[in-house]
């Protein structure tokens, strides 16, 4: 969905579509605007669709190819507009990560966690003839 159609959504959707407030993604755009040189060609998708295509990338984890093919864009100008946001963003100083892990009783940083669930085919018996 592009911004158009998103962002017609009441609050709570639009923080569930985009994982953000809709004050900070209008946060994003300004920084965008503001550190993007407006020169050249203009982009295939607007400043909005570019960020939302970089927040749909880190949010649910899909490849550059499906969210390339989401927003009607090839997959190296889609890895290209991920990078471009995520340095913007970056460069801004606004939307860093925490430095620190929080601390706690009961967190142990030490964990790590595999899934390697099975799951067993169902497959039909063979049967044998003899003959």
Excluded at 30 to 40: D, L, S, V, W
Excluded at 82 to 90: A, G, H, K, S
């Amino acid at each position: 969905m592009k911004y158009p159609e998103f962002k017609k959504l009441p609050d709570f959707q639009f923080k569930h579509y985009t994982g953000i407030s809709r004050s900070i993604f209008s946060l994003m755009v300004e920084q965008m605007q503001m550190q993007i040189p407006a020169k050249g060609r203009s982009p295939k998708l607007c400043l909005e669709d570019q960020i939302s295509l970089g927040l749909s990338y880190w949010r649910e984890y899909h490849t550059l190819f499906h969210v390339a093919t989401s927003y009607g864009v090839s997959e190296p100008t889609a890895s290209r507009i991920v990078r471009q946001v995520e340095d913007t963003l970056i460069r801004s100083g606004l939307f860093n990560l925490p430095k620190e892990l929080p601390q706690g009783d009961g967190i142990d940083w030490n964990v790590v966690i595999v899934d390697a669930t099975e799951i067993p085919i169902q497959r039909p018996k063979k049967t044998e003839e003899k003959l």
